[in-house]
């Protein structure tokens, strides 16, 4: 049984790009959550996703976007990229977060 | 909005000692307090969780305590092996709502 996937591992981009995240929750999972850690932090919440409509929203600007697939599966879209971006941002499945994934490592240079 | 603070930032014990870490809450609202623990290069996994309708509650050698009045919620640790070394947060829901806020972590050694 496959818990919470994303991808990728790491990626590295230049200021003003856009990057796109993605995130399969646990099998039987229906709700996705995103979050953002930066170094030396706990994480912070960014928005969720139940039924393909987002449910809630975390105090992140609108360059922060998602979306959710009939599959239960999610894409974090970061507009405009800032080097304060640069964080581990995190998929959760379930309404409360119990399994997180490991994360995708984001590199703004 | 909530504000968890949690202490301390760093903790380094003995093989067989006993760890607890603290932390407070500030909206009364909150009934639901998770705990994770975060190993290197990974996400963090709960470990154990307290809703507020209970003062305590034990896994193993993992335990949980809440004070509602005093907004204060710990975790015990105890016989604490190599292994329990990772960085640990509390977080604090409020009923109603799905956004946890999330203590800055402690990060515990277990030295062998």
């Known amino acids: 049984d496959a818990g919470v996937t994303q991808s990728p591992t790491h990626l590295i981009k230049t200021r003003g790009q856009q990057v796109t995240l993605r995130c399969s929750p646990k099998s039987g999972h229906d709700t996705v959550s995103w979050y953002q850690q930066a170094l030396g932090q706990g994480p912070q919440f960014i928005f969720q996703?139940?039924?393909?409509?987002?449910?809630q929203r975390g105090n992140f600007p609108d360059r922060f976007s998602g979306h959710q697939f009939p599959n239960y599966s999610s894409e974090l879209n970061v507009n405009a990229l800032l080097l304060g971006d640069s964080a581990l941002y995190l998929c959760a499945s379930n309404p409360s977060p119990v399994a997180f994934g490991s994360g995708t490592r984001l590199t703004v240079v | 909005g909530e504000n968890v603070e949690q202490h301390p930032s760093t903790l380094s014990v003995q093989e067989g000692d006993s760890a607890v870490i603290k932390c407070t809450y500030s909206?009364?609202?909150?009934?639901?307090f998770p705990w994770y623990k975060q190993e290197l290069g990974k996400g963090p996994q709960l470990i154990i969780d307290i809703r507020s309708n209970v003062g305590e509650k034990k896994d193993q050698r993992i335990a949980v305590t809440l004070n509602k009045t005093a907004k204060h919620f710990s975790l015990h640790i105890t016989e604490t092996q190599p292994e329990d070394s990772a960085v640990y947060f509390c977080a604090a829901i409020p009923g109603g709502s799905y956004i946890p806020t999330f203590g800055r972590g402690t990060s515990l050694i277990v030295h062998p």
């Open positions: 909206d009364s609202a909150s009934n639901y």
């Open positions: 996703y139940y039924e393909e409509e987002e449910r």
